[in-house]
């Protein structure tokens, strides 16, 4: 199927083409020129399955007709297979869907591919950040081992919601009850033992200065159903453990040869080995593929939006970026602000008395973002600044705080230097 398009736009690549993906099938669009009209352009349309054969089939296809360039959309995980295929033989470009958005009302496959294959003649779209096999694979390994964390933590959670109706409030004094306190009591539940006082001497550490608080705590009662559940649950979570320590030994082999690195990133606050192999992985730990911080910060979804209208800036909202560091920078910016003494504490409670909190902790996260560019690009240490650099960088602005505080409080003070003594 073909029909011509005659265009004015400005045209970067002659040939292109776009590829609409599904579960089933996929349709491809190639944009060539016309040859019977000048300044016009011959849309072909075919239709082709999504095995390794219809891939290989949609290949030669694109190739026969010389496209410089191949545009498809990252479409739930359909695009891998029909990507990974393509790009050694074609210039391909993967695309976010929220950037190119079709005209509401002609929403139809080919107008999808015939779009794409526009867009990608104009040069108007970029290319989304696709990393090198090894890293995918990596990629895989941390994203499921973050799942299995989470699922080892739903069952803890069961576990407490069933030590509820036995009456008992272990996890109102243990922090952690699948803990190595916690795990003896439990343990001794199982096997019979019901003497709250005995129960509460199995603890270790600092978990014994709450004997008393546990003896109380352990008041409940504990039925052979209990015991067949609680059995259950610690079970499911060693299982899960097991699972995590074996990806732990398969992420760690990948990483050996990123270890400077790792160890650079461990030197942030709030970022600890699981996380800085998490940024190495979502990453690749090149910073070639992000011209410039703020690059970086963008795609991960931590810059603040620009919306300005009629010459009136308006409040912007964060992009969705790459919700896995996303997530991570968040746990580690409210890590970081708990350190009082530290810049990134202070620089929080500046930006939270004027914009919120909850402004003031993304701008935290936009903060983290900038300096893991700067350890991973300059293959260097994190170097805190300190709580006093604000006061450093503008030393009177410091004082007129001050003043305004003493004035406030019915008093008055005078600035002198220190001589030397």
């Not at 958005?101 to 990608?120: E, H, V």
């Not at 243990?174 to 129960?199: C, F, H, T, W, Y």
């Not at 270790?204 to 009662?221: F, S």
């Not at 293959?379 to 009177?396: I, T, V």
């Amino acid at each position: 199927m073909a029909r011509q398009q005659s265009v004015k736009d400005e045209v970067i690549h002659l040939r292109s083409a776009g590829v609409d993906l599904g579960k089933r099938f996929q349709l491809a669009c190639a944009r060539t020129p016309s040859p019977n009209r000048q300044g016009s352009w011959l849309l072909e349309t075919e239709r082709f399955g999504t095995t390794t054969a219809e891939v290989r089939r949609l290949r030669a296809w694109l190739v026969e007709r010389r496209v410089e360039v191949v545009i498809m959309e990252a479409t739930s995980d359909y695009w891998r297979t029909v990507y990974y295929a393509l790009q050694p033989h074609l210039n391909t470009m993967l695309v976010n869907p929220a950037h190119l958005k079709g005209i509401r009302g002609r929403k139809t496959d080919p107008s999808d591919a015939a779009f794409l294959a526009r867009a990608a003649s104009s040069g108007m779209v970029r290319a989304s950040f696709v990393p090198q096999r090894e890293i995918r694979e990596l990629r895989d390994l941390t994203r499921r081992r973050t799942e299995l964390v989470r699922a080892a933590g739903w069952e803890a959670q069961r576990l407490e919601k069933e030590l509820e109706d036995t009456g008992m409030k272990l996890s109102s004094v243990l922090s952690n009850v699948v803990g190595a306190s916690g795990r003896a009591i439990l343990e001794a539940l199982i096997a019979g033992e019901r003497d709250p006082g005995k129960l509460a001497d199995l603890t270790y550490g600092k978990a014994r200065n709450k004997i008393p608080a546990l003896i109380e705590a352990l008041d409940g009662e504990f039925t052979d159903h209990h015991v067949f559940m609680v059995r259950h649950y610690l079970d499911e979570i060693d299982r899960w453990n097991s699972v995590i320590a074996a990806f732990d030994v398969r992420i760690a082999e990948l990483l050996a040869a990123h270890q400077p690195d790792l160890d650079n990133l461990d030197t942030m606050p709030g970022i600890g080995r699981l996380a800085a192999e998490i940024i190495i992985a979502e990453t690749g730990g090149d910073m070639a593929q992000f011209a410039t911080a703020q690059q970086l910060a963008s795609w991960i979804g931590v810059c603040p939006g620009q919306n300005e209208s009629a010459g009136v800036s308006k409040s912007g909202r964060t992009r969705p970026g790459n919700s896995n560091l996303k997530r991570l920078l968040g746990t580690a910016a409210m890590t970081a602000i708990r350190n009082k003494d530290s810049y990134l504490a202070v620089f929080y409670r500046r930006i939270a008395a004027r914009r919120g909190g909850r402004r003031a902790l993304v701008a935290v996260m936009h903060k983290l973002a900038i300096a893991i560019w700067h350890v991973l690009h300059d293959k260097a240490p994190y170097h805190e600044l300190g709580a006093d650099y604000f006061s450093k960088r503008n030393p009177e602005r410091a004082m007129r705080r001050m003043l305004k505080e003493a004035n406030s409080l019915g008093l008055t003070i005078r600035f002198e230097p220190i001589t030397a003594g």
